[in-house]
């Protein structure tokens, strides 16, 4: 498997590389650029259409690992059945990535939209559900939990998993959304993400967890990391161009994907604790920024300059600064996780 991880990355890192430029020249082409708003720090007229770029060499690497692996089909045809209640459901993992991949084209339509005329929060969220619903129609979802300190395993009601699923995976759209505001920011924690979420699937392969389920998720997070280092090639500071809402909205959904067919499916509850813990700081951001603008009255989706790196910027920190101080909380934050996960399945 070591090396279908290297070709992951490599190739993932090679197709962004190549495909963002392009993407770029098609947002000049049909006007995506960005806007100005009140989030703005210093407003360039860039496109912010990278997230299109990345989406394409995301699932272009998906279709060439699956071409040339013979052990990646393998992989993709197991299968696993779920019991609801009565009701007795068949998981496919390569079903799964078909649900991610028909999500993802969702995604990107409505980023697209976004990025181009723009979509008041409320429209923004509905569509985020429709997403996160056809992903978990087609297995992405999380089952349930393990009882601390025993080894009972408790299944989630079916319409329960539904819905812890949905806001799951629309809470880090949200959370890279939100982080996506000074140059390199968000594509830089999503690659930190994505080396801590690969570690975690390896250790918990190794402990022998669903094995076939973590090594869908360590693949997926190699590929992303790939994609992410591609993209910081162009949007590190000073960015030359945007990901736009197209690519903050898919990577954050790709991040909530990965640590659903992953992590997650350990049914530890400490496990829901590692993926927020390594994307710590735009979760506390959120979280403050929802706390903020119900005190002021105003609605959840309102833009202002109260995030995390506004206040640092306006203290007179710089944005490479600010972005470097992101990386090293989050890397100390993954390491402080995988430290934890790999003393705990020893």
């Known amino acids: 498997m070591v090396s279908i991880y290297f070709f992951s990355v490599i190739v993932s890192f090679i197709f962004t590389t190549l495909f963002v430029p392009a993407t770029n020249w098609f947002g000049k082409k049909f006007g995506i650029y960005d806007k100005p708003s009140k989030r703005k720090i210093n407003f360039r007229k860039l496109t912010r259409w990278g997230g299109f770029g990345m989406f394409l060499s995301f699932f272009l690497t998906l279709f060439l690992l699956i071409k040339i692996f013979p052990q990646i089909r393998e992989l993709f045809s197991y299968r696993y059945i779920l019991q609801w209640d009565e009701v007795k459901e068949t998981i496919i993992l390569s079903k799964q990535l078909l649900g991610i991949f028909f999500a993802s084209i969702l995604v990107i339509i409505v980023g697209t939209i976004d990025d181009k005329k723009g979509l ?4 923004k969220f509905l569509f985020q559900v429709i ?6 129609d087609f297995g992405v979802r999380i089952l349930g939990f393990n009882i601390p300190f025993k080894s009972e395993f408790v299944s989630l009601p079916r319409i329960v998993s539904q819905i812890v699923t949905i806001l799951w995976l629309c809470s880090f759209m949200n959370m890279v959304n939100l982080a996506d505001g000074v140059d390199g920011l968000a594509a830089g924690i ?8 690969f570690a975690i699937s390896l250790l918990q392969r190794q402990s022998g967890v669903i094995s076939q389920q973590m090594t869908l998720s360590a693949i997926l997070s190699c590929i992303l990391i790939g994609v992410a280092g591609g993209f910081l090639v162009y949007n590190f500071f000073p960015a030359k161009l945007y990901m736009g809402d197209t ?6 959904f790709i991040i909530g994907c990965i640590t659903t067919v992953g992590v997650l499916k ?4 400490i496990s829901f604790v590692v993926p927020i813990f390594v994307v710590g700081i735009p979760f506390v951001d959120v979280i403050v920024s929802i706390i903020r603008r119900i005190k002021k009255g105003v609605g959840i989706g309102t833009a202002d300059k109260e995030h995390i790196h506004h206040l640092l910027l306006s203290s007179g920190w710089t944005q490479r600064e600010v972005v470097l101080f992101f990386y090293v909380v989050t890397l100390l934050l ?4 995988i430290t934890f996960v790999a003393i705990k399945v020893r």
């Not at 008041?120 to 429209?123: A, D, E, K, V, Y």
């Not at 690519?247 to 954050?252: D, H, S, V």
């Not at 350990?266 to 509850?269: I, K």
């Open 131 to 136: 997403v996160a619903y056809c992903a978990m």
């Open 190 to 197: 999503i690659l930190i993400s994505g080396i801590t979420f």
């Open 334 to 337: 993954s390491v402080v996780m």
């Open 247 to 252: 690519g903050a909205l898919w990577l954050g």
């Open 266 to 269: 350990t049914g530890a509850v």
């Open 120 to 123: 008041n929060p409320i429209t």
